[in-house]
């Protein structure tokens, strides 16, 4: 018997949503943060002159130094934060992974249930 060998395509690594933050951009959040309390995004946009959307891309690649979480009060260093804090930011982490994981069940079982929209 011959042996077949399958050619697959390789998926690519997924591409990133939005902008990428450059390491000056995540170490200058990173500065401007050091020894302050939370910080609102709008303060580190007019202090530091980068972007809503570059900040939040220099916290996503500064985690877990930069902190933020949905509902926190803005952005602000591990090394800063109360353990209380760190704590409510966790679990707000883990009560949005909740609810979108229960969208997301609703949606698949619609989707694969047949449901067309409507009543």
Known sequence: MAEVQLELPVPSEPKPNGPSATADQVATVINFLRGRDWTLRRVIEAETGLSDRIIRAAAKAG?????SAPGSAGYKLWE?????ELHQCMERFR???DD???TYLVMHRAFHGGYRGGE
């Open 63 to 67: 985690r877990p130094r930069i902190v």
């Open 80 to 84: 800063n934060c109360t353990t209380e």
């Open 95 to 97: 009560s949005q992974r």
């Open 100 to 102: 979108m994981g229960e």
